[in-house]
Nanobody, 123 residues
Framework: QVQLVEFGGGSVQAGGSLRLSCSTTDNTYTYSRAWFRQAPGTGSEREGVARIYRDNGATFYADSVKGRFTISQDNANKDMVYLQMNSLKPDDTAIYYC??????????????WGQGTQVTVSS
């Protein structure tokens, strides 16, 4: 079964930047990757923020991050996917999850998930 691992979370002040990375554990082909986030607090839903398709490189963004976040894949090794997050805001604080093989912003459409990485933005 495909497994994803994420790296790069941490703490940063508002206006700062972080880069998250996501790869499979065994270089398994996945046709899409997406980053979701789940804000702290009970009952919060996972919000899709960026998605990329491996074969054509098409990217999609949620309005909340458009112009600040960039999803990309390594040209030499498309198994590695990044999320560059700039101009971070306290509202971006969440656990960020990498997911694979979905075509929407609905978490239930993604069969593969990473363990999540914490991003904390302080004001």
């Amino acid at each position: 079964q495909v497994q994803l691992v994420e790296f790069g979370g941490g703490s940063v002040q508002a206006g700062g930047s972080l880069r998250l990375s996501c790869s499979t554990t065994d270089n398994t082909y996945t046709y899409s990757r997406a980053w979701f986030r789940q804000a702290p607090g009970t009952g919060s839903e996972r919000e899709g923020v960026a998605r990329i398709y491996r074969d054509n490189g098409a990217t999609f963004y949620a309005d909340s991050v458009k112009g600040r976040f960039t999803i990309s894949q390594d040209n030499a090794n498309k198994d590695m996917v990044y999320l560059q997050m700039n101009s971070l805001k306290p509202d971006d604080t969440a656990i960020y999850y990498c997911a694979a093989d979905g075509n929407s912003w609905r978490p239930q459409d993604y069969p593969v998930w990473g363990q999540g990485t914490q991003v904390t933005v302080s004001s």
